[in-house]
């Protein structure tokens, strides 16, 4: 099963102005396994993402997802496997139907009609969807958005998910939901946030970056419980692991 | 001193009941702009009904649009009667393909202003009276301006109609099956989303302009050029991002639709039989000859 792991060696990028944005990157993401990339405003975790997708190309450094490096030729294949789910999902929403949008990833794979269109139940109804079908995806509400989002990448059938703040924006239900559904995914998970909430219930593992380097690669729990790291990174522990705001304990 | 103290009449808006605000001035034309955008996108959804016309191949449809608009087109420049027949088409098409004829009308009055301009100077240049009503003397000039108005409405009509029962991408790829160059239905269809994209990021400009402006004009115009330079920039990297999602999905140039439709006899005998009308109603004055029927019934 080594088509799910994703291998970043000395990454390194710099945007066409200079900006420094990935320093030197370099980490190994195995089979299953469920992970966080977190550090502050401009650490540089939108940018490492959209090197994983071959949106970007490294200025030095190398990727490998799978068995495959990242190269020109390898690209389909590689935008196949990794699932990119973007952080405002009005960017990633932009056929006149939610059907037409789910559908959009399988008919360009070359799925025949009735496959596509099995596949898009499937899809949405594992996103708890289904209802939504015939609706144009501007009518839908926020957790509805990212839901439907989820499911034009799932529609595809990937092997590893990136997702880019998959929880910013929703209401404390339509986070819930969202993490249950997350929860039960076995692909390779990959995901950028500032809710370290949900970085505790979700990944087992975090990788801290900051000012485009690796600061810290562990536990989620070993990196939180790190109280002088966090605190040069511009973190700080979840509020799960806070202690009680009005009786003090734990403080 | 005095526009200050002027200025603090307005009540900040949290002053203001929800309802309130929403009825107030400055926003109607935030409203405008999201609501034009909403309307438009209504025009897509139409496409996803199911009727009669909405079941037949594209490429009939387009097919049809086409003659019909050749045929209204090349009629001469004070043709005005004949051109009344021709809206049997959209009138049948419409209530066949089960659109709201409301909707439809309201699209096509749109651009009602825009005929009118092109056609509006022919009554001053052409004084020659060609029809005399009674005491009435009318115009070349008024004929052919009335007569750029209905072929104007025919034809934009036909392409709304087109869209509501067919859909955007389904016609564009029915021009690609018909040899239009691939290169060429994408970029009408980049064209079209960038409709969507570009109306949306102005609405959120444009809201955030009117909210601070406080009912007022705010800089006037001086601030509207670094306006639609940001709504350039910003249109441009939402495009990107839009992109980049239709990549990570595969996007390789081509467009697929669900329906599977073939063009087969039900096609060809919309295709020929609606060519057939609009080629008569072309040659022979379809109103002069119904209403010759109609006045020898009575006599």
């Excluded at chain 1, 195995?30 to 490492?48: F, Q, R």
């Excluded at chain 2, 209504?42 to 996803?48: E, P, S």
């Excluded at chain 2, 009667?81 to 049997?88: E, R, S």
């Excluded at chain 2, 003397?137 to 087109?162: E, K, N, P, Q, Y």
Aim: with cysteine; aromatic share 8%; glycine share 8%.
């Amino acid at each position: 099963m080594s088509h799910h792991i994703v291998a970043v060696k000395h990454l390194q990028h710099v945007y066409a102005d200079g900006t420094v944005a990935l320093q030197d990157v370099s980490f190994t993401i195995h089979h299953g396994e469920s992970v966080a990339i977190i550090g502050a405003n401009g650490a540089g975790k939108s940018t490492l993402l959209l090197h994983l997708n071959g949106y970007l190309t490294p200025t030095t450094g190398e990727i490998r997802i799978g068995d495959f490096p990242l190269t020109k030729k390898t690209l389909p294949e590689i935008r196949r496997t990794v699932g990119m789910i973007f952080q405002d999902a009005d960017d990633q929403l932009f056929m006149p139907t939610v059907f037409d949008d789910v559908a959009f990833g399988p008919f360009n794979l070359g799925l025949p009609v009735d496959e596509v269109r099995q596949r898009v139940k499937d899809v949405l109804e594992q996103v708890g969807a289904a209802h939504l079908q015939e609706k144009p995806p501007y009518h839908l509400s926020g957790g509805e958005k990212k839901r439907v989002a989820i499911a034009t990448v799932l529609s595809m059938s990937p092997d590893i998910l990136v997702m880019d703040e998959p929880t910013s924006g929703l209401d404390p239900f339509a986070r819930r939901q969202l993490i249950g559904l997350l929860k039960d995914f076995a692909h390779t998970r990959i995901f950028t946030s500032h809710d370290l909430d949900m970085v505790v219930e979700l990944c087992q593992r975090t990788i801290v970056l900051h000012q485009g380097v690796v600061k810290a690669d562990g536990p989620t729990l070993e990196i939180f419980g790190n109280e002088a790291l966090l605190a040069e990174c511009r973190l700080e522990k979840p509020l799960s692991m806070q202690g009680c705001p009005v009786c003090g304990k734990g403080r | 001193m005095r526009r200050k103290s002027k200025r603090f009449l307005t009540p900040p808006f949290s002053l203001l009941p929800a309802d309130s605000l929403l009825l107030t001035p400055y926003s109607l034309t935030m409203r405008s702009i999201d609501g034009a955008v909403l309307d438009l996108k209504r025009l897509d959804l139409l496409a996803t009904g199911d009727s009669l016309i909405h079941r037949l191949d594209a490429r009939a449809k387009v097919l049809t649009t086409l003659v019909f608009i050749i045929s209204v087109v090349s009629f001469d420049r004070y043709e005005f009667t004949a051109l009344f027949p021709f809206f049997l088409y959209p009138v049948i098409v419409t209530s066949l393909g089960n659109l709201p004829g409301g909707y439809i009308v309201r699209k096509i009055s749109l651009v009602i202003p825009f005929a009118f301009v092109v056609g509006m100077l022919n009554p001053l240049f052409d004084r020659e009276v060609l029809v005399r009503l009674g005491p009435l003397a009318v115009s070349g000039g008024w004929i052919s301006c009335a007569s750029i108005i209905i072929r104007a409405v025919l034809t934009v009509g036909a392409a709304v109609i087109l869209v509501g029962v067919t859909g955007f991408l389904a016609v564009c790829q029915a021009l690609e099956r018909l040899g239009t160059p691939r290169t060429f239905t994408v970029q009408l269809l980049f064209l079209y989303r960038y409709i969507f994209v570009l109306t949306e990021e102005g609405a959120r400009a444009a809201r955030a302009r009117e909210l601070r402006a406080c009912g007022r004009k705010g800089l006037g115009l001086a601030s509207f050029g670094p306006l639609i330079g940001h709504l350039l920039i910003r249109t441009w990297l939402r495009a990107e991002r839009i992109h980049m999602a239709m990549l990570a999905r595969g996007f390789t140039g081509e467009f697929h639709s669900r329906q599977i439709s073939a063009f087969g006899w039900r096609e060809l005998f919309y295709v020929a039989g609606w060519s057939a009308l609009f080629v008569a109603l072309r040659l022979e004055n379809g109103a002069q000859w119904l209403g010759g029927l109609f006045a020898g019934f009575l006599s």
